[in-house]
């Protein structure tokens, strides 16, 4: 069987696209900065039985424990990020505040920040799955517990007051239902 998927596409392309055949899978941005696709693509996608693997759930490493502006400032010439408009401020700032509030969630599920971060995309309704980097087996160590956390309506809560306070990011900042089943995109 053959599917069909398609990558940072609008709910109008996907429209286009669904007249012709099924659209399967989508792979969208989103992270707890990079919202947009909540809005529009993520309601579209579960009423369309489309999976959604969003990509750059950790926000290309700011939403990492060990992100910080002097590793911006470091960064190498060549680095997409240096002009990445997340990684200059006043957004930098507001996107590691967003960060270190995750620090107290993450600490009651002895895990690290990186993997709230991904967990957070995977309680979308609708989120399938989330592309995640790592540079290092210890990156990967960071996050893969995302794969089984279970945030609760109160860590939701807490992140949406999060994303509220430091103003980082735009789109909406929690799943319209508590708790999602994960990997369902129906």
Not at 55 to 84: C, H, N
Not at 107 to 124: D, G, M, N, P, Q
Request: glycine share 6%; proline share 6%.
């Amino acid at each position: 069987m053959r599917a069909v998927g398609a990558s940072n596409f609008t709910v109008e392309l996907l429209e286009r696209c669904e007249a012709i055949r099924h659209v399967d899978s989508l792979q969208p941005l989103f992270s707890m900065i990079s919202r947009g696709a909540a809005e529009k693509l993520l309601p579209w996608c579960k009423n369309h039985n489309t999976g959604v693997i969003c990509y750059s759930p950790m926000q290309s490493g700011i939403l990492t424990d060990g992100f910080t502006s002097e590793r911006v400032a470091k960064l190498a010439p060549d680095d997409w990020r240096r002009r990445g408009p997340a990684f200059h401020e006043p957004a930098l700032s507001r996107n590691l505040a967003l960060r270190d509030s995750l620090r107290p969630i993450a600490a009651r599920h002895s895990v690290s920040v990186s993997a709230i971060a991904v967990a957070w995309t995977l309680s979308w309704p609708g989120v399938s799955g989330a592309i995640v980097g790592a540079r290092t087996p210890a990156q990967v160590d960071g996050w893969i517990q995302a794969a089984t956390l279970q945030l609760t309506q109160e860590d939701l809560a807490e992140i949406a007051a999060a994303i509220a306070k430091t103003q980082a990011g735009s789109g909406l900042s929690q799943p319209p239902i508590a708790v999602a089943t994960r990997g369902s995109a129906s």
